[in-house]
């Protein structure tokens, strides 16, 4: 089971989200699965003129109206989502329980909510829209910010309290709880087990893509990972490495900033179809692999003198290279052509100032040239 905040959409209003959650006029039957709404209901809203309970309808009607006349920053409403697993099919009563505990856990217990059951998917799912406004003891319209039940050290203590919502909801109902689930039958916090050390090189999507499309056959950069991750676990110290590296032509570079390290295939074993060099993250080979394990079976290379002097120089022809770009588009300046004559050093007038425009004619006019005479030294 799957219960998640979903943020509300600037294009559909309030009240086209409640028409799309359980609006049992415009109900449209779905394609595959059965029709689109199977069940609808409201909570918390009575008419006060008959005490009657009011219908989905009227709900929806009423909770948009108040929403309407609340010009705050914060939500004046929430969209949940509660998802059951493919083959589950809950009842209304089922149904009506699981969105009175998520409504609970998120501290709007007595507002205003409808909820649409949906069969339109491959799983059974359920909309809820409920209000988070309140009138105080002045008369004033108030929003509930933050009122979820739980605290935890996470910014968004509404998501969590959802997930403790979704873990009572199994154990009351029977069920099957998520694999990674958060929170227990007991709605205490579950201690996840740290996956086992793996010996499998993590690559990006398009070279398993690559992989994917070209049977038997292994991508360069998983060559080369594999081979560094062989070395570095035979290697006893920072030359060692280098050199086995080296020696099999890759490149291993750590960062200015200390905290990553990049792999580079200088050699045409490791260098793709087009003949261009291959990268690869260190973070990518297994943790015994890492940069920090590194650092505590052979220290911090970036502590020897000759490492601040290869950092230095590569810094240098950074700023050379930057420089070198950063300036090669100007135009360069116009050097003076002097003759020495007799007693006289003329100089003749550049050909960028021997023209002039005319704006309002827009043409150009040519102009004698200049004759400029500095003192002989």
Request: net charge positive; charged share 25%; glycine share 8%.
């Amino acid at each position: 089971m799957i219960t998640r905040w979903l943020p509300l959409s600037k294009k559909r209003g309030g009240s086209d989200t409640a028409n799309y959650i359980g609006d049992m006029d415009h109900a449209k039957p779905g394609e595959d699965f059965g029709p689109k709404i199977v069940a609808a209901g409201a909570m918390n809203a009575m008419n006060l003129d008959s005490l009657e309970t009011m219908s989905f309808k009227e709900t929806a009607e009423e909770i948009n109206k108040i929403s309407a006349s609340y010009h705050g920053k914060a939500g004046p409403v929430v969209h949940i989502l509660i998802s059951w697993r493919e083959g589950e099919h809950p009842s209304r009563l089922q149904v009506e329980n699981a969105v009175k505990i998520a409504v609970r856990h998120l501290g709007l217990d007595g507002q205003m909510a409808v909820w649409g059951q949906h069969g339109n998917k491959p799983n059974d799912h359920v909309h809820v829209f409920a209000s988070r406004l309140f009138y105080d003891a002045q008369g004033q319209l108030r929003v509930k910010e933050d009122c979820s039940t739980i605290r935890t050290g996470h910014n968004n203590n509404n998501q969590m309290s959802l997930q403790v919502a979704s873990s009572e909801i199994c154990a009351t109902q029977g069920w099957e709880p998520e694999e990674n689930a958060r929170f227990g039958p007991d709605l205490k916090p579950t201690f996840r087990k740290k996956d086992e050390p793996t010996d499998e090189i993590q690559l990006r999507p398009r070279l398993l893509s690559w992989e994917a499309h070209h049977p038997g056959q292994k991508h360069p950069i998983r060559l080369m990972g594999e081979k560094t991750r062989d070395l570095l676990r035979t290697a006893n110290s920072w030359p060692q490495a280098r050199a086995a590296l080296a020696a099999a032509g890759i490149g291993f570079d750590i960062r200015h900033s200390g905290e990553g390290a990049v792999l580079v295939g200088l050699s045409a074993e490791w260098q793709t179809e087009k003949g261009k060099a291959t990268h690869l993250v260190l973070s990518s080979l297994p943790g015994n692999c890492s940069l920090k394990s590194l650092y505590s079976r052979w220290g911090d290379p970036r502590e020897t003198a000759a490492f601040h002097s290869a950092a230095a120089d590569r810094r240098a022809k950074a700023r050379q290279e930057f420089v070198r770009q950063r300036y090669s588009k100007r135009p360069q300046p116009v050097r003076p052509q002097v003759e020495l004559g007799s007693g006289l050093q003329t100089r003749p007038m550049p050909e960028s100032e021997k023209t002039h425009v005319h704006e309002d004619e827009n043409r150009i006019e040519a102009l004698p040239a200049k004759v400029v005479v500095l003192p002989r030294l």
